[in-house]
């Protein structure tokens, strides 16, 4: 009898045992492998990094020492990293370009199975950047030239990725020379494998705040054979942001073109953040300027500008030069209609003048120093069809404004107000020797309705009829309260056929008492005159009345008396007579504060006419009108 067959059942569980046991072992085994594979290994063979070195060396000029340890990982791409390394130009003796920080290089798997060394992606973190300190410095010009050329090359050995991380830059100002750092900086250079175009995406730590930048779509190979390249570029830094986008070329043929648009939400933190000085900055805040753009000589040319400030729109061409490190800006702008209203507010602000009802304490000590607001050039010539002041509506002005270093020209060619034309000129100059500032002004008005004008104001029509006036005064001071207590010029003002209601001079010239303020013949009283005229001298702020008439049908005035402009206080003594003599039968004063000035009967005998010195017009009537000042905290104007 033949042995009787051994059972499936017993025998195939061992054999299952003895498979998965194997195949665990295997999987684990490989695992191991792929672990230890992807794990960096630290070596300390010098002929790996000889190897890259030689190839750093070869490919893009620049030499490589350690005295750190080496790690090599084979997955998921084989890479070495490399600390404490130190970079030099040419040669190990040559300048330095980087120390410090790691060095990580992923190498290419082709050329690795080819038996050779080539470079897919390069990194430094933690490194110590030195760029060039002078103008003469070149140690980065070969380097670049070559990382340059062999990124955008459609060689197969191109790297496709350049980065830095965590590095301390360390560069000169174009500026002023000056030696700068910038902390936590990031840079990356990619390209994909199918074309030549690259994408540099940089971010940094200036003065403690982050500015970020992306450049893209530059083809490298063109712009080194002096061809033209498409670029996109996008930036921003504290209180602004900037995008642009169109080609540059560079070499011998250097261009750049295109459009751009700047947008700032603090034009003077901006600034101060980076270091740049244009003209007026501590006037201006939020803007947005945007063109067309071309580069000229070293000079921004902007044909199609486009400028959003204080909620004007305003368009021309201009253009920005910043040659010698001072910008200078010249521009053309026109507007439809525009308010300077908050450009008033600022710069009453910055000479401290902010309304009557500010204490003179506040102000008179102001600086007028120009230094902060001529730190640039500017020419600036500027039209509107109409033109808002506050409450005054003013049309088709020209005007210009120059600043150069220490000075300061605004000029109003042409501007028409309620039926008349206004110009002027204001020249602001750095005396020099500390003596402080030297201001001259001069301007004159002719056919302005006096009474649409009290109108614009909000003030009752108490003065009717076509004004025209002059006037011209200098000053030099340090502060704003010596600027006027310093002032010397004149002033005229003459009109031509007018009227004053509230008051009845002929009235007053019989009978004062009769004709006090409130009673029933000047509520109702008028005075239509021929012609009124007053001229003031003034020196050291002191303003006297020279000359002072007014004749009408049956009475005659005339003026005498003070102004001060520091104290903003008038007296002035008026003389009232019949038509035919000079001989003043009646005498007034007319004295206080700008904001308060009371008209009252000087009158000889007390009995005659009731009590001396009788208020004859109201309080209110001569007050110089409330708006006329804008309040501090006014950023525009609505009729």
């Known amino acids: 009898m033949s042995p009787r067959p051994s059972s499936p059942e017993l025998i195939e569980p061992v054999r299952t045992r003895t498979g998965t046991g194997a195949r665990v072992l295997a999987v684990a085994a490989l695992g191991a492998g792929v672990v230890a594979a992807c794990l960096p290994w630290s070596v300390t063979s010098p002929r790996l990094l000889a190897m890259v070195a030689d190839d750093l060396a070869r490919s893009y000029g620049i030499a490589l020492t350690a005295d750190g340890p080496t790690e090599i990982a084979l997955l998921p791409f084989p890479r070495l990293n490399v600390s404490g390394t130190r970079l030099t130009a040419g040669g190990p003796d040559g300048a330095i370009l980087a120390e410090g920080g790691q060095l990580s290089l992923q190498l290419s798997l082709v050329a690795l199975a080819m038996g050779r060394i080539d470079l897919d992606a390069v990194s430094l973190d933690g490194a110590a950047v030195t760029l060039p300190l002078s103008e003469t410095d070149d140690r980065w010009h070969g380097p670049m030239e070559r990382i340059v050329r062999r990124f955008g090359s459609e060689a197969e050995s191109r790297p496709l990725r350049l980065g830095l991380t965590r590095a301390t830059v360390t560069v000169r100002d174009p500026r002023d020379g000056a030696i700068q750092t910038v902390s936590d900086v990031t840079l990356g250079l990619t390209s994909p494998f199918w074309g030549t175009r690259a994408e540099i995406v940089a971010r940094g730590i200036w003065r403690e705040r982050d500015a970020q930048l992306r450049l893209s779509g530059l083809d490298l190979p063109a712009l080194l054979d002096g061809r033209v390249s498409r670029f996109a570029a996008t930036a921003s830094w504290p209180a602004a942001t900037f995008d642009a986008k169109g080609s540059v070329a560079l070499g011998a043929r250097y261009a750049v073109s295109g459009h751009l648009r700047l947008a700032s939400q603090s034009l003077p933190e901006m600034l101060d953040w980076s270091g740049v000085t244009v003209a007026l900055a501590p006037l201006l805040d939020a803007l947005v300027v945007e063109s067309d753009f071309t580069t000229e000589a070293g000079t921004l040319i902007l044909p199609r500008l486009r400028v959003e400030m204080g909620g004007n729109r305003l368009e021309g061409a201009g253009s920005l030069a910043l040659a010698g490190g001072r910008p200078a800006i010249q521009a053309t702008l026109a507007a439809e209609t525009l308010n300077i209203a908050p450009l008033v507010r600022d710069l009453a602000t910055a000479f401290g003048i902010e309304?009557?009802?500010?204490?003179?304490?506040?102000?008179?000590?102001?600086?007028?120093?120009?230094?902060?607001?001529?730190?640039?050039?500017?020419?600036?010539?500027?039209?509107?069809?109409?033109?808002?002041?506050?409450?005054?509506?003013?049309?088709?002005?020209?005007?210009?404004?120059?600043?150069?270093?220490?000075?300061?020209?605004?000029?109003?060619?042409?501007?028409?107000?309620?039926?008349?034309?206004?110009?002027?000129?204001?020249?602001?100059?750095?005396?020099?020797?500390?003596?402080g500032t030297e201001v001259k002004a001069q301007g004159a008005f002719e056919g302005v309705d006096l009474g649409a004008l009290l109108t614009a104001f909000g003030e009752e029509r108490w003065l009717v009829g076509p004004a025209k006036g002059s006037f011209a005064m200098d000053s030099r001071a340090a502060t704003m309260g010596d600027l006027v207590a310093n002032a010397n010029g004149r002033a005229g003002l003459a009109v031509e056929g007018g009227t004053i209601s509230g008051l009845d001079l002929g009235a007053l010239l019989q009978r004062p008492a009769d004709a006090a303020a409130g009673s029933p013949q000047q509520r109702i009283g008028r005075t239509d005159f021929s012609s009124a005229a007053v001229t003031l001298r003034f020196k050291d702020g002191q303003g006297t009345v020279t000359q002072g008439r007014l004749a009408a049908p049956t009475v005659a005035a005339s003026l005498a008396g003070t102004i001060s402009l520091d104290r903003r206080h008038l007296d002035i003594r008026a003389g009232l007579s019949p038509a035919e003599t000079e001989v003043p039968l009646r005498q007034f004063g007319i004295t206080g504060p700008w904001d308060a000035i009371v008209v009252r009967a000087l009158l000889a005998d007390a009995s005659e006419a009731g009590p001396r010195g009788l208020a004859v017009m109201k309080p209110d009537l001569l007050r110089l009108p409330a708006k006329a000042a804008l309040p501090a905290t006014a950023r525009s104007y609505a009729p």
């Open 355 to 435: 309304g009557d009802a500010r204490p003179a304490s506040e102000w008179t000590g102001r600086s007028l120093s120009l230094a902060a607001a001529t730190m640039g050039d500017l020419d600036l010539r500027l039209s509107a069809a109409e033109t808002r002041v506050g409450p005054l509506l003013v049309e088709d002005v020209a005007a210009g404004l120059i600043v150069r270093s220490g000075n300061v020209e605004a000029s109003l060619g042409r501007a028409n107000l309620q039926g008349g034309t206004l110009k002027g000129r204001v020249v602001l100059g750095d005396a020099g020797e500390d003596r």
